[in-house]
């Protein structure tokens, strides 16, 4: 994960396209949520893809993996709110945060 996020932006120009790319079918996987709410602007599943970008960057940086599990519901939140509304995107993003049970 850091080399793929965080060191990316050292590794040349091949590779920040390659990045760029992955941004932009993040994207496009956001694309669905349109259907559910027409209304949100086209550019908002750029922007979640830049924010969850930006928080993993950081989260690596901060403590790896440990660290991205712990901002999980955040970035569900961060992808589903624009689409579902707050409400339904918090309740998935909660569910993210509690441990799986067995069964």
């Known amino acids: 994960a850091e080399a ?3 060191e990316v932006h050292a590794a040349g120009e091949q590779a920040l ?8 079918q993040l ?5 669905p949520g349109y ?4 209304d949100t602007l086209p550019i908002a599943s750029e ?5 969850i970008d930006a928080l993993l960057y950081d989260a690596i940086r901060a403590g790896g993996g440990p660290r991205v599990r712990a901002i999980a519901p955040t970035l569900a939140y961060i992808a ?6 707050p409400e339904v995107a918090s309740e998935v993003a909660n569910d993210l945060g ?6």
């Not at 396209?17 to 932009?24: P, Q, T, V």
């Not at 259907?35 to 027409?38: G, N, T």
């Not at 922007?47 to 924010?51: E, K, L, R, T, V």
Request: glycine share 10%.
């Open 80 to 85: 589903l709110s624009p689409f579902t509304g």
């Open 35 to 38: 259907e559910l709410a027409p």
């Open 47 to 51: 922007a979640i893809a830049g924010a």
């Open 98 to 103: 509690q441990p799986r049970r067995r069964g």
């Open 4 to 6: 793929v996020i965080v």
């Open 17 to 24: 396209r390659r990045h760029e790319d992955s941004l932009a």
């Open 27 to 31: 994207a496009g996987l956001l694309e």
